[in-house]
């Protein structure tokens, strides 16, 4: 009675977008209990696990129709979990999960942008997740491409905590981890392990695949990823590189040889929007010009 949420999908050429309005009279985010400790009844001590808290996580398998996978032995699934978090730093943490966003060590570098507003009755909460995070490895050929027509697999499990303190016992479970977990496609808290419980998502309107192909990417840092001036470039090859900034179709927008390791490239004429960083032809990155 006193959890509730509404969630929208949206979706353009990069990214997905997911927004949730939540009704809970109490956020307890990561940042609040992740150095929480306890004792246990055998007298050792436990700390609070990242999953222990108010989180949303998403659920996308973008594999052919029939297709079904169990916990553990995720291909095509990926299990991405979001910390709603007042905070001004929400990429303090990884992004955890299953599949290949086990660990996304950072979330802002990739593009994945988070906003958590408290409302009257709980908050609102914001991602954009780029396609790169959730989409399969480059190597899986078959996977769903998110394009017009296609549809994949897709869930949401929100989980509530509502107890601030621990404590200090094992057993006492109800202060220090999450009482609830709302599944969206069905009401079994184990869906997450089981694809076959998920929904289904249809893409529909134009669409770009324009994926960064991961198998293609180079040791290139490229920084910031949401940038007003500059965007800097490291770890380039000592020979000649060609840097190129294109937009989402692919056209040439800025183009720099450089012969440095590094490199400073002035964007402040770009437009704003979204553009690919390529280096010798590999896309490296992608940017977002404010």
Not at 82 to 108: N, Q, V
Not at 137 to 144: K, R
């Amino acid at each position: 009675a006193d959890y509730g949420m509404t969630f929208k999908v949206a979706y353009d050429a990069a990214n997905m977008y997911f927004f949730a309005d939540v009704t809970d009279e109490s956020l307890i985010s990561w940042s609040q209990v992740k150095d929480q400790t306890f004792t246990k009844t055998d007298g050792t001590i436990g700390a609070t696990t990242p999953y222990q808290c108010d989180n949303i996580e998403l659920y996308t398998l973008f594999a052919p129709a029939g297709t079904v996978e169990g916990p553990w032995s995720l291909t095509y699934a990926s299990q991405l979990r979001m910390w709603p978090d007042l905070t001004p730093t929400p990429f303090s943490e990884k992004i955890t999960g299953g599949g290949w966003s086990s660990a996304i060590e950072d979330p802002g570098a990739l593009g994945y942008v988070t906003k958590t507003v408290k409302t009257a009755t709980g908050y609102t909460f914001e991602a954009r997740i780029p396609f790169t995070v959730i989409l399969p490895p480059s190597d899986i050929t078959d996977a769903v491409q998110p394009v017009n027509g296609n549809s994949i697999f897709f869930d949401v499990n929100p989980a509530d905590r509502d107890v601030l303190d621990i404590g200090p016992a094992e057993s006492d479970k109800a202060g220090r981890e999450r009482e609830l977990i709302a599944s969206w496609s069905s009401d079994w808290s184990r869906d997450w392990g089981f694809t076959d419980y998920y929904g289904v998502a249809t893409f529909k309107g134009k669409i770009l695949n324009v994926g960064i192909d991961k198998s293609k990417t180079t040791s290139v840092k490229v920084y910031p990823t949401v940038c007003t001036n500059y965007v800097k470039l490291e770890n380039l090859s000592d020979a000649t590189s060609v840097i190129k900034i294109c937009n989402l179709a692919g056209q040439n927008i800025l183009s720099q040889n450089v012969q440095n390791s590094y490199v400073n490239l002035n964007v402040e004429n770009l437009k704003s929007g979204m553009y690919l960083v390529t280096v010798n032809g590999k896309v490296v990155s992608k940017i977002i010009k404010k």
